[in-house]
């Protein structure tokens, strides 16, 4: 159900998945089926602006997929969903500003998730060879925000800039007693986050992007022979269009990692340094 005024939407819904689930060799996961209720409301405090405050409570499942459950030497069958129960709480604000700032967006949200069960991938038998398992209980607490800012400097001249930024606590809480209890869960990094400057002109456009991760564990002790170190990796790209006729072509040059950083996301398994990628985008 939907209840709409000028100043509040409020949201009810409850959703009901039933899985059958049947293999013609080996065996089956089996089937599921979940009952899952979701209430969310957002109230708009001033009419004449365009702030927004949200929030929600969602009782979700996560089904394994084909791959978690059957993929060779990796597939796990016995694997079950994955269960969370999210509470979130956020504010959205826009605003077209003046002709230079012609629009500005912010969001920033905190939220809760209790799961159980999650579905995590990592290396058991050996570091080329990864299991996917449930973990028992994962705690997650954390905060979202991001930024969006147009700019018009001159008639034919546009700036694009664009950032978010995300905390994230998740920590394994299955065993009081074991030696993972509340240690960030492996390959979460607790930061992380991206950033966008662009010019945009009637000949080129040009673009400077970033990715940045905080430092995170392979494994659930969070212990310093088991912790990667944190990156940041740097784009730089340039583009522009053509019409052939009624044929739209784009035309884009990137150079990646282009402070050619050495850094892994997996350990034991570094990315590529400095390239650059070429590409032809044709519509018609």
Request: glycine share 8%.
């Amino acid at each position: 159900g939907k209840y709409v005024n000028e100043r509040i939407t409020a949201t009810v819904s409850l959703l009901n998945t039933f899985i059958n689930e049947e293999t013609r060799l080996g065996a089956c996961a089996g089937n599921h089926r979940k009952l899952t209720p979701y209430a969310g409301i957002s109230f708009k405090p001033f009419i004449e602006e365009e702030l927004h405050i949200r929030a929600f409570y969602k009782d979700i499942f996560r089904l394994p997929s084909f791959n978690d459950l059957y993929y060779s030497e990796t597939g796990n069958i016995d694997l079950l969903p994955e269960n969370t129960t999210q509470y979130n709480l956020g504010i959205t604000y826009e605003k077209k500003i003046n002709s230079f700032i012609s629009y500005l967006s912010i969001t920033a949200d905190a939220y809760y998730n209790k799961i159980s069960d999650k579905i995590i991938a990592i290396p058991t038998k050996n570091l080329f060879i990864w299991s996917v398992v449930n973990l028992g209980e994962v705690d997650i607490k954390g905060v979202d925000t991001s930024v969006h800012l147009n700019l018009q400097p001159w008639q034919r001249v546009g700036m694009d800039l664009s950032g978010n930024y995300t905390y994230q606590r998740a920590l394994d809480v299955t065993d009081s007693g074991g030696k993972t209890y509340r240690h960030q869960i492996a390959y979460t990094p607790r930061i992380s986050g991206s950033g966008q400057a662009g010019i945009i002109t009637p000949y080129v456009n040009l673009f400077y992007t970033f990715l940045f991760s905080g430092k995170k564990y392979v494994l659930g002790q969070n212990s310093t022979e088991n912790r990667i170190n944190g990156y940041i990796d740097h784009t730089l790209s340039a583009n522009r269009e053509f019409m052939f006729g009624k044929v739209k072509t784009s035309f884009t040059v990137e150079v990646l990692n282009f402070l050619n950083k050495n850094y892994e996301i997996v350990r034991y398994f570094p990315m590529p340094g400095r390239s650059v990628r070429v590409g032809l985008k044709v519509v018609y």
